[in-house]
């Protein structure tokens, strides 16, 4: 089955500094989402991006399909940011038979 | 207030009982789903329901059982877990119109098997 590989798998920032998240995925895709999970556990929606680029305040996204990648910028970054994130592939067909990777554990320190 | 509510948010079972979980979508969606993430492993799909009919079951053991009355709604009835069933189960909807849509997830119910 089609493999989602995140890295880094851990990130410390300093509150106001930039990142990138970055995602591969071995096989063509359906979809393509970014996910925050918060400390409660739940998934919160970041960008639904099977191909292009995406903006939403601080956060873009973009997806290259042809090359099986996609990466997630925060800019600016705050405490708040902190958190898990996972991108989720849906390789054909039913675009919410989601698989997950190992997701991105981002700490920002104030 | 999110568009997939899950009831309880935390539960405390012991190895014989029987409990349920539920989830109600509001987002019109036709497709619901339940997801397991257990610690340290990712997400793992349970089972997929389109338009109330269950179209995978992802080799998950008969203890967990699942029903979709309708297409706002889905259990997960549990009995007899074991302690390594131990997680937080996840909900999620979506709408499959053959055009592709993003999944909306739930908040969880962090289940302890005793």
């Given amino acids: ?110 | 207030e999110t568009g997939v509510t899950q009831t309880p948010r935390h539960l405390v079972m012991g190895m014989t009982n029987k409990k349920s979980l539920k989830c109600e979508q509001h987002l019109g969606h036709n497709a619901m789903y339940w997801y397991k993430q257990s610690a340290k492993k990712p997400l793992e799909l349970m089972f997929v329901y389109n338009f109330k009919e269950q179209t995978e079951n992802n080799s998950v053991p008969s203890r967990f059982s699942p029903e979709c009355p309708n297409s706002s709604h889905l259990f997960l009835h549990l009995h007899t877990l074991q302690p390594e069933d131990s997680a937080l189960y996840l909900c999620a909807s979506s709408q499959q119109d053959g055009v592709g849509a993003e999944a909306f997830f739930g908040q969880g119910t962090r289940l302890t098997v005793v």
């Fill in chain 1, 1 to 110: 089955g089609i493999q989602v590989e995140q890295s880094p798998p851990d990130l410390i920032l300093q509150e106001g500094a930039n990142s990138t998240l970055r995602c591969n995925f071995s096989d063509s895709v359906n979809n393509l989402q970014w996910f925050h999970q918060n400390p409660w556990g739940q998934l919160i929606n970041l960008f639904y991006i099977p191909s292009g680029t995406k903006q939403n305040g601080r956060l873009s996204a973009t997806t290259v399909a042809t090359e099986r990648y996609s990466l997630l910028y925060i800019s600016s970054s705050q405490t708040t940011d902190s958190g898990v994130y996972f991108c989720a592939v849906a390789p054909s067909g039913n675009t919410g038979k989601l698989i997950f990777g190992q997701g991105t554990t981002l700490q920002v320190k104030p």
